[in-house]
């Protein structure tokens, strides 16, 4: 699904700028160190983190598309990717549909951008409240867990996840480069300019995320990541003009800064690609538990929850140990194991 939407990522950069800078988009992205972590599993969330990034890119794609003949097709199949993306991770799918409030409102036609944008809103619920009615109907109890749980992230620090307001900057910064600061400046620049819908579609999709998930209490990088294909569009932009200045050829600082631009990307990438601390005490124990029954098991204190969800037959598994009501809670229905330090 990265592939694909390393590809989506060019055809939204040709799009709504040209080809350079799309070129120069999926190339960043084809060497961005996070979505190989993500793509093996040694980052959380992996999986459920590139597909939801995967169905925002299709929806974007859609939305930047001008080919399409049914304008109401068009924003009925936005509408579908968007359900597809909220049953993957939930509501922060709609900003792609902000996105395109502002990008569609350059033609001044407040009443059709009111009409696609129902149209967007009624497919995609009908994507996913199906799912969302037979969840509470069949497993009411679970069901509503699971949302004040998920609600819990918004207010209370969960799983030792606790970090300050500027921690989706500063890995923003380690993840994308030290370019992402001057392309943002870039596009809040051109986006006071003349026809400035497609950086304000671009700006929508990348900030909007970045300052709600900044005042939520439980913080991980994987929160954001749906909004890599904008990043690295804009970044696409910054590299783009910065090869067309006229004096870059001349001047030190423009190749300079052209080559800055792929720096902490490839050291980043090469990280990524560096081989994991191997630890006979770790296989063994996963090999240990791989031949006990598991069936409806939660794990509690694990050394490694993702690998355990990886090759372990298990419910779940956390690093860290909950509260006494907590485990007399989950005892009545699964088993639990609490391993020792």
Excluded at 166 to 171: E, G, R, S, V, Y
Excluded at 261 to 285: K, Q, T
Aim: aromatic share 16%; glycine share 4%.
């Amino acid at each position: 699904m990265v592939s694909m939407a390393i590809f989506l990522t060019f055809l939204i950069g040709r799009s709504l700028f040209d080809e350079g800078s799309g070129f120069y988009a999926a190339l960043l992205f084809s060497i961005h160190g996070l979505s190989n972590e993500l793509s093996i599993g040694v980052e959380a969330t992996d999986h459920i983190d590139v597909h939801f990034m995967f169905w925002i890119a299709v929806a974007a794609y859609l939305v930047t598309a001008s080919k399409m003949r049914s304008r109401y097709l068009k924003c009925a199949l936005i509408g579908v990717t968007i359900g597809l993306a909220v049953l993957v991770k939930w509501l922060p799918a709609y900003t792609i549909l902000l996105a395109y409030i502002a990008f569609e409102l350059r033609n001044g036609k407040f009443l059709n951008v009111l009409l696609e944008t129902a149209i967007i809103a009624v497919c995609s619920v009908i994507v996913w409240l199906p799912w969302q009615i037979y969840a509470y109907t069949s497993f009411p109890e679970v069901y509503l867990a699971t949302q004040a749980h998920n609600f819990q992230h918004i207010t209370q620090y969960l799983e030792g996840h606790e970090n300050g307001y500027l921690f989706f900057l500063d890995k923003s910064i380690y993840n994308y480069g030290e370019i992402w600061i001057l392309s943002i400046g870039l596009l809040i620049y051109y986006a006071t300019k003349s026809n400035p819908e497609r950086y304000r579609f671009l700006l929508l999709w990348i900030i909007v995320p970045l300052i709600f998930f900044s005042f939520v209490a439980t913080k991980m990088q994987g929160y954001v990541y749906f909004t890599a294909p904008a990043i690295f569009i804009a970044s696409g932009v910054a590299l783009k003009a910065i090869y067309d200045w006229k004096k870059w050829h001349r001047l030190p600082i423009g190749k300079l800064l052209f080559i800055l631009g792929f720096v902490s990307p490839i050291v980043h990438f090469y990280e990524s690609l560096h081989p994991r601390e191997h630890d006979e005490n770790l296989v063994a124990r996963l090999q240990t538990l791989k031949n006990s029954d598991l069936d409806r098991t939660v794990i509690f204190n694990s050394p490694t929850p993702y690998n355990d969800m990886f090759f372990l037959n298990v419910v779940a598994s956390y690093d860290y140990v909950p509260d006494q009501r907590t485990l007399d809670s989950l005892r009545s229905v699964y088993t639990v194991i609490v391993e020792e330090e």
